[in-house]
């Protein structure tokens, strides 16, 4: 397990770290969508400290993975936009990782509150 | 267009200060610290980060400078560590100051893996196996070399020839992006393509090439060749081991794809002898009788033949006629037929009666060696004249 060193508090974004892709998957879930509007959407969630590259990055690592699919769009201003869709290995992983994370969420939730 | 991305970190040093700078600035940045990624996928990314700049650019409502930028999103470098260890990206090659004592023997590998695709390519087209087996040697030779500085293959990936053939792709505005494009995308088809040739490559050195063992292994291959396939995809360094396999697999596709659209291979020759009926000279040329002459080109009837083991000779009839309606004489039948004489003339279908008939030996032109052809007058036999009296030759043993 990960364990806070030097008496530092927990960080959100160490948190993070270990369920963006989750994070990733549940806002694409919700819609299709562009690289930056995955990273809104997170914002959007309470989420502030993602950081863009990080999102990035991961919808890359997904895309690589064969969980997502992608199309262009054309926009009216700038350049083409890249849209990310979950398929359905991707609709599976975000079913196998919900259940992990409710699960590790039960767990912690009952060793703070004996806490 | 700018192709400073082999320079990591260096802002390109002449530049006009027009608008859309600082976003591109930012992106050759992004660009120069992913120059170690496959093509292909750094293309992905750079049209991901172009489009989040230009975002950023419009959500700012404002003059976007190259330190606004880097406010938002820190430095090109740091955005690119982020996103490359978000992806699961390979780490970015170490200093090139390490590297350049090995250039020599990086170059040597190099060239080595160039020759041992151009082998394999050639024994895959040829199918020669030495060709092949010396590709593989050459390349199992380099690969050490050019990978055991570890990830990145510094003094390899940072030789001036292979950065110059990595910086060659065609830029953003060039019209060969698009078919560089349409090329990319084909690729998981040639994953598909060469797992099969793989599959049949190995059907074809260990069994029989049958095509239902090839699809059975191909069921284990292909998704080999996918995985490996998204696997150089993120990491370049798989590369080095791929081409040169891709090289044979182009090869020997090509090659079956020749083979196939000229005809049937020469092995087919090998399954029709067994359903061959009757006598045939080197299984192409069916012998329906046998005009037997003397030394001096003389034609004799009434001859008998017999192979080594003293069992009468003959010509049967391939025709199909020997069930079918009777010839005329009315002698002939399935076991009669092999106490004839020769010549015996042929059994041939009539289209006109539909029956079969016998057709008399006609006359022939036949060169005996040593001597002058001659014409052999109308050797008529008489069926039927023999067909009581059963040759009782004595064999030859």
């Known amino acids: ?115 | 267009m700018t192709s400073e991305n082999s320079v990591v970190g260096d802002a390109p040093t002449v530049r006009i200060a027009t608008d859309p700078a600082p976003a591109d600035r930012y992106l050759d940045g992004v660009r120069a610290a992913l120059a170690d990624l496959p093509a292909s996928e750094v293309a992905e990314i750079l049209d991901d980060v172009r489009a989040h700049l230009a975002d950023l650019t419009a959500e700012l409502d404002g003059p976007a400078d190259f330190d606004t930028l880097t406010g938002r999103l820190g430095s090109p470098e740091a955005y690119a560590a982020e996103l490359r260890s978000a992806a699961g990206y390979p780490a970015p090659p170490g200093p090139p100051e390490k590297a350049r004592s090995h250039t020599a023997a990086g170059r040597f590998a190099v060239a080595l893996l160039v020759l041992a695709t151009l082998f394999l390519l050639a024994g895959g087209l040829s199918e020669v196996p030495s060709l092949v087996l010396f590709g593989i040697l050459a390349g199992l030779v380099a690969l050490p070399v050019v990978l055991r500085d570890g990830p990145g293959v510094p003094s390899a990936g940072g030789l001036p020839e292979v950065r110059r053939f990595v910086a060659a792709r065609p830029g953003a505005e060039s019209p060969w992006r698009g078919v560089a494009g349409f090329l990319a995308s084909l690729q998981p088809g040639w994953w598909v393509v060469r797992g099969v040739v793989a599959s049949a490559l190995a059907v074809r050195i260990f069994a029989d090439s049958q095509v239902s063992v090839i699809v059975l292994v191909s069921l284990l291959t292909v998704p080999l060749s996918v995985w490996v396939g998204h696997l150089s995809r993120r990491d370049r360094r798989w590369l080095w081991g791929v081409v040169p396999l891709n090289g044979l697999a182009a090869g020997l596709a090509v090659a079956a794809a020749m083979a196939g659209s000229v005809g049937a291979p020469s092995s087919y020759a090998s399954y029709s002898p067994p359903s061959l009926t009757g006598l045939w000279q080197d299984s192409d040329r069916e012998i329906r009788d046998i005009r037997p002459v003397d030394a001096k080109g003389t034609p004799l009837t009434g001859v008998y033949l017999f192979d080594q083991d003293g069992r009468p000779v003959d010509t049967g009839n391939a025709s199909g006629c020997e069930d079918e309606g009777t010839p005329a004489s009315g002698t002939t039948t399935a076991a009669a037929q092999s106490a004839r004489p020769y010549p015996r003339g042929v059994v041939e279908f009539d289209d006109r009666t539909g029956r079969c008939r016998s057709v008399p030996a006609g006359p022939l032109v036949v060169a005996v060696p040593s001597a002058a052809p001659s014409v052999a007058p109308s050797a008529v036999p008489t069926p039927g004249s023999s067909s009581a009296a059963l040759p009782t030759p004595a064999p030859p043993r």
Not at chain 1, 72 to 87: A, C, F, Q, T
């Open chain 1, 1 to 115: 397990m990960c364990v806070a060193e030097k008496g530092g508090g927990v960080d959100t974004s160490q948190l993070l770290k270990g369920v963006l892709d989750l994070a990733v998957l549940a806002v694409l879930d919700r819609a299709d969508g562009y690289g930056y509007e995955v990273v809104r959407g997170l914002r959007a969630a309470g989420l502030p400290e993602v950081g863009d590259a990080s999102v990035y990055g991961t919808l890359r690592r997904l895309y690589n993975a064969g969980l997502l699919t992608s199309y262009v769009m054309p926009s009216e201003e700038g350049p083409h936009r890249k849209y990310y869709s979950l398929n359905g290995p991707g609709r599976e992983r975000l079913k196998e990782s919900v259940e992990t994370w409710q699960a590790f969420a039960r767990t912690m939730e009952g060793l703070v509150k004996a806490a």
